[in-house]
């Protein structure tokens, strides 16, 4: 005589379809799609404040998570808590299943922000730059523009820069939006003369011809003025944001003799990020295990990160290389958009919903 199979109360059946989502939602999210949303202005035009956009895992390959130990579908901290979300009793090695392509030149990369050294490497803070140059380029920036390998780039259509918009009349949101300046890209002076405005080549021809605006001009940092914040070291080299290089950027392989200047280079970044345990700089040499190294061959790739709106964009040029195991993925397209400052279906970007990322 067969029993009867038990019918799951209501209750029973709720919380297997909650258990079957959490673990479907969490394998997507590890092995295919990411969601992330644009939080600041560092890729405006290119990308807006509000954008939703999903970060694709196997364009170059999904990353076997280094902390294991995780609360499903969170990242640092329990929602709304400032409870650790993970413990690091286990810790993985780095491994990569392989992706369709690696990370190109231009791409725009989702990546764990290197410098916070507070969380692992795959619980650090996502952040999203363009990938201007990759492992074996050499970086030059030169007033403003990038060149690499001695060419210049040709920059993303929305790049934008700072300009110095001079004007004795007080002006609106409603002006600067006109010229497709958002309110988040202008500032008035303290003296009344005019306003610090962040905009495209396209957006300062348009405001030029203006009545209202006497004259635009760049704010492009002057070549030899180092400046400390620079990544390596932007005062021994005399380098800043607008006036950068030549830096060839390591990739596993890359050998280098440890001199002074290559010491100021890349000492930080094989210290921080090249995985040696026991590593020591002293007096301008590296010592690893207790022995004094005088050329060095690098473990990973690494590349060079930069924001699109290029003097509001805290990047590789501040804080250096992205290392390849901190690559999350590839932005993919955008699923939503929202304006902060609109209200209800006017908050909706409509024209940008489904748009793929370039």
């Known amino acids: 005589m067969t029993r009867e199979k038990k019918k799951k109360s209501a209750t029973r059946e709720w919380i297997d379809a909650l258990v079957f989502a959490v ?21 405006e035009k290119s990308l807006l404040v509000g954008d939703f956009l999903f970060v694709s895992k196997m364009h170059y390959g999904t990353r076997i998570p280094k902390t294991p130990l995780q609360m499903p579908l969170t990242h640092q901290k329990i ?54 140059a990759v492992p074996g380029d050499i970086l030059e920036i030169k007033k ?98 607008d006036n950068y290089g030549p830096l060839e950027i390591p990739g596993k392989g890359f050998k280098i003799t440890l001199d002074e200047e290559n010491m100021a280079k890349y000492a930080f970044t094989i210290e921080k990020y090249e995985g040696h345990k026991n590593l020591e700089v002293r007096n301008n040499k590296l010592f690893i295990d207790g022995q004094e190294i005088t050329e060095y061959t690098f473990k990973q790739n690494y590349y060079f990160m930069m924001g699109d709106n290029r003097h509001d964009s805290l990047d590789s040029r501040y804080w250096g290389f992205v290392p390849e195991d901190h690559i999350v993925g590839k932005a993919w397209f955008l699923w939503l958009s929202l304006d902060k400052h609109k209200s209800m279906f006017s908050k909706i970007r409509w024209n940008r919903i489904f748009n793929g990322i370039k």
């Open 23 to 43: 673990v479907a939602a969490s394998l997507i999210r590890w092995l295919l799609l990411e969601p992330f949303t644009i939080p600041t202005a560092s890729m």
């Open 144 to 241: 403003g523009q990038v060149s690499i390998n001695g060419v210049e780039e040709v920059n993303p259509p929305k790049l934008q820069l700072s300009y110095d918009a001079l004007t004795d009349k007080r002006l609106s949101i409603d002006f600067f939006e006109e010229y497709g300046i958002n309110r988040e890209s202008f500032y008035p002076f303290d003296n009344g003369a005019g306003y610090l405005i962040y905009a495209t080549d396209d957006d300062v021809e348009k405001l030029k011809k203006s009545p209202a605006i006497k004259n635009v001009t760049p704010r492009i940092d002057r070549e030899g003025m180092g400046d400390a914040r620079v990544f390596p070291d932007g005062a021994y080299f005399g380098w800043n944001k």
């Open 79 to 132: 929602w709304g808590t400032d409870i650790d979300s993970y413990v690091d009793w286990i810790e993985l090695p780095y491994f990569r299943l392989p992706g369709f392509t690696s990370v190109k030149r231009n791409d725009v990369v989702v990546f764990n922000y290197p410098a916070e050294y507070e969380y692992p490497v795959d619980l650090k803070t996502n952040y999203i730059k363009r990938a201007v």
